[in-house]
Structure formats: C-alpha cells, structure tokens
C-alpha cells in the first residue's frame, strides 16, 4: 500500500492547519468519491474525517464508527458514508454491512485503517497516508491524488 504513487505532500503545523485541509477536502469530493485513510492511532484520521464532514456541510457530529464499522451522515452537500475498519475481524464481514453498495455508491466514503481492507478496496480509491510529523501537533499527508 506504501507503494502507491504519492502525487501531493502535505505537511501541517497543527489542527488547525489540518482542519482547512479537510475543509478544502470536503468541499472538493465528488460524489462516489473514496478516501482511504492510513495511520497509526492518533495521527488524526477521525480528526480529519470530521474537518471533511465540516467542508461537506455535515450538520450531525461525527463520532468514531470503530464498533459500528460505518455511520452514513446525511445531511451535508454529498452522504458521507464513514468507515473505521479497525475491528472488522473478516473481510467477509464488509459484505455483511453492505461496504460493496456504499463503494458504489453517490456519496463520499472516508475509511479509517484502510489498509486492512486494501484488497476490497475499488482501483479508483484515492489514498492518504497520514504521518506524525517532528513537532508535537505536525501531521504529514500524503496523497495520491
Ligand atoms: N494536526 C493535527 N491534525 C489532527 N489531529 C491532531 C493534530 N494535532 C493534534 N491532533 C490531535 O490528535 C488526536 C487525533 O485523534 P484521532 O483523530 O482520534 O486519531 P485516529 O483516528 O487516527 O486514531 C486528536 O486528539 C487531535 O486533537
Ligand atoms: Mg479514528
């Protein structure tokens, strides 16, 4: 999954930074549009899901879908089907809740651990690897897009 072209690096100071950054994020997705998020815990990957959901012009608060897999919101610009695929303990399961229908789908997905799923994962999928950076509050994104 490292393997795949980065096109675009990001670096950001603080939250703040990140937030513009999933703002810009929101108000460009497209429908059917799918994000993948990889990082370790705590690099922000809800963090930068909830500031996408922002530029979307989600009213609801997006809260951590890791015991639910994925909450759709729909209120904003596009659905924003939000997955976190941290406790899915078979592949298998991802057809048990309709991940394939949402893939497809008109919203905009945004899947937390994605590489755990890379395999399932549709050949337009657009990645973001999110790295800490030297200074507490610094993240790295890089993008294949
Ligand atoms: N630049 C930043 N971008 C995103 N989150 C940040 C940043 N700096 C500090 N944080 C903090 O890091 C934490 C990220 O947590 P979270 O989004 O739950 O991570 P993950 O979903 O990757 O486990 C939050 O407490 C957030 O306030
Ligand atoms: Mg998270």
Same mark, same amino acid.
């Given at each position: 999954m490292e393997s795949k072209q980065i096109r675009r690096t990001v670096t950001v100071k603080n939250e703040e930074e990140t937030r513009s950054f999933g703002i810009s994020l929101g108000r460009q997705a497209?429908?059917?549009?799918?994000?993948?998020?990889? +990082?370790?815990?705590? *690099?922000?990957?809800?963090?930068?899901?909830?500031? !996408?959901? #922002?530029?979307? +012009?989600?009213?609801? *608060?997006?809260?951590?879908?890791?015991?639910?897999? !994925?909450? #759709?919101?729909?209120?904003?610009?596009?659905?924003?089907?939000?997955?976190?695929?941290?406790?899915?303990?078979?592949p298998d399961e991802l057809f048990n809740i309709g991940a394939y229908e949402y893939f497809d789908g008109e919203g905009l997905c945004v899947i937390e651990w994605a590489e755990l799923i890379e395999d399932e994962l549709p050949p337009e999928t657009e990645y973001i690897f999110i790295e800490y950076g030297q200074q507490e509050g610094e993240r790295i994104y890089r993008c294949t897009f």
């Open positions: 497209r429908a059917g549009q799918i994000l993948a998020l990889s +990082g370790d815990l705590g *690099t922000g990957k809800t963090a930068l899901t909830r500031y !996408i959901a #922002e530029g979307l +012009g989600v009213r609801e *608060t997006i809260s951590s879908p890791t015991f639910t897999v !994925i909450k #759709e919101y729909e209120s904003g610009r596009l659905p924003l089907y939000h997955f976190d695929v941290y406790r899915l303990s078979d």
